[in-house]
Every structure is written in structure tokens, then in C-alpha cells.
Nanobody, 125 residues
């Protein structure tokens, strides 16, 4: 059964780092682009980062130079390393699989077909 499970969320102080992990099962991760999205409280879901099968990476302006996406196909995981976290990073973070790559560079939901349930990240002192 195909599953995506996000983990690693929790309460983090501003300026600290946190690594989120997206673990897949029931399919082969290797051919697919994977994206990270987030939904801040009371706001719409937005694209955060994406990585293609060939390892090209893309970041939203709000997280560029702070977040790093990486994949380990053999482990069926895609991680998001978040550095220098800010209160505005507080959100539910989701990972998703893209079955085609037309808009992956835009981190657009249009090409992401399967989603995990999300993990909460709260940045507060």
C-alpha cells in the first residue's frame, strides 16, 4: 500500500534547526520528484521546496539559504533540513509525490498527486 509519512516536527526555538523526514513505502521512490509544502495557521498551503529524480532542487524565496532538501532513494526518504528557524516558519509541513515534472520547479501543487498527512512545526520561544 502506497504511503507517505512525515516526521520530525515539534516545538523549536527561533534560530534552531530541525530535520523533517518524508518516508515512503509501497512504491519505488527513485523515479519521482518530491515536494515539501506547508500550511501556516489560518493561511493557504504553500510550496517550500522540491527535488527531482535527477536531484535538481528548488526553494521558495522565504526559505532559500535556510532550508535544504535531499533524498535517499534506497532508504525511501526525502529530508528537509531547516536552519535558522523563524516564528513565521510555524506550519503543518507536508510532503508529496509528483507523477510528472512540468511544474515541479515552481513547487506547484498542480503536479503533486499523493500527499502525506503532515507534521506540525512550531517555532516559538
Amino acid at each position: 500500500q502506497l504511503q507517505l509519512v512525515e516526521s520530525g516536527g515539534g516545538l523549536v526555538q527561533p534560530g534552531e534547526s530541525r530535520r523533517l523526514s518524508c518516508a515512503g513505502s509501497g512504491f519505488f521512490l527513485n523515479p519521482y520528484s518530491i515536494g515539501w509544502f506547508r500550511r501556516p495557521p489560518g493561511k493557504e498551503r504553500e510550496g517550500v521546496s522540491a527535488i527531482k529524480a535527477r536531484n535538481d532542487t528548488y526553494y521558495a524565496d522565504s526559505v532559500k539559504a535556510r532550508f535544504t532538501i535531499s533524498r535517499a532513494n534506497a532508504r525511501m526518504t526525502v529530508d528537509l533540513l531547516m536552519n535558522n528557524l523563524k516564528p513565521e516558519d510555524t506550519a503543518v509541513y507536508f510532503c508529496a509525490i509528483a507523477y510528472y515534472d512540468s511544474y515541479v520547479e515552481r513547487i506547484s501543487e498542480a503536479c503533486f498527486h499523493y500527499w502525506g498527512q503532515g507534521t506540525q512545526v512550531t517555532v516559538s520561544s
